[in-house]
């Protein structure tokens, strides 16, 4: 029965939200250029940057 609740916490942190963004488009080339160098996805890098700097501000190490 633990094991049932961990298992649904874990799979509910897991979800994703979708978010309308709207970029200029110099600031869409410069991160696209920036993604395609860290071979991620678009997506990829603007969640990795988001991560990173929720990190930073919350001055932690793992989100």
Known sequence: ???????????????????PLRLSKKLYDEIAQWAEDDFRSMNGQIEYLLTECVKHRKGKKDL
């Open 1 to 19: 029965m633990l094991l049932e609740k961990e298992n649904k916490a874990a799979d509910k942190s897991k979800v994703k939200k979708q978010v």
